[in-house]
C-alpha cells in the first residue's frame, strides 16, 4: 500500500514538472490600463459606490434573518452536546443585530468624526 501512495505522490509531481505549451503571441500591442474607460467625476463614482453598497446591504438584510435562524436552531441542538457550540447561537444573534443596525452605527461614527 504504502508503495501505491509513493507512486500516486510521484506521478503527480511529474505532472507538474512537464513543460507547458508555449502560445504563440499574435499581437505585441499593449493596451493602457485605463484605455477606452470614461472619464467619471467624483459625485458620479460615489454615487455609484452608494448605489452598490446599498444593493449590498439590502441583500444582507434578506439574508441575514434566515442564516441566524439556522445557526440558531443548528446551534442549539449542537449546544445540547458541545458547550462550545452554545457560543455560535450569541455569536449569530450578535452579528444580526450588528447587520439590521449598520446604517445607524456608521451615522453615529460619522457624527462623532466630524465634531
Not at 509513493?6 to 493596451?31: Q, R, W
Not at 459625485?43 to 446591504?57: C, D, I, P, Q, S
Not at 441542538?77 to 456608521?106: D, H, K, N, Y
Amino acid at each position: 500500500m504504502r508503495q501505491v501512495c509513493i507512486l500516486l505522490v510521484l506521478f503527480c509531481f511529474a505532472i507538474l514538472l512537464l513543460p507547458l505549451p508555449v502560445m504563440s503571441a499574435v499581437g505585441t500591442d499593449v493596451a493602457e490600463i485605463g484605455a477606452g474607460l470614461p472619464q467619471v467625476s467624483s459625485e458620479e463614482f460615489n454615487g455609484k459606490v452608494n448605489r452598490m453598497v446599498g444593493a449590498l446591504y439590502g441583500d444582507a438584510l434578506k439574508i441575514a434573518p434566515q442564516v441566524t435562524l439556522i445557526v440558531f436552531v443548528v446551534g442549539g441542538i449542537l449546544g445540547i452536546f458541545w458547550r462550545e457550540a452554545r457560543a455560535s447561537v450569541a455569536w449569530s444573534v450578535g452579528a444580526l443585530i450588528l447587520i439590521m443596525w449598520a446604517p445607524q452605527l456608521i451615522g453615529l461614527v460619522i457624527h462623532y468624526i466630524s465634531q
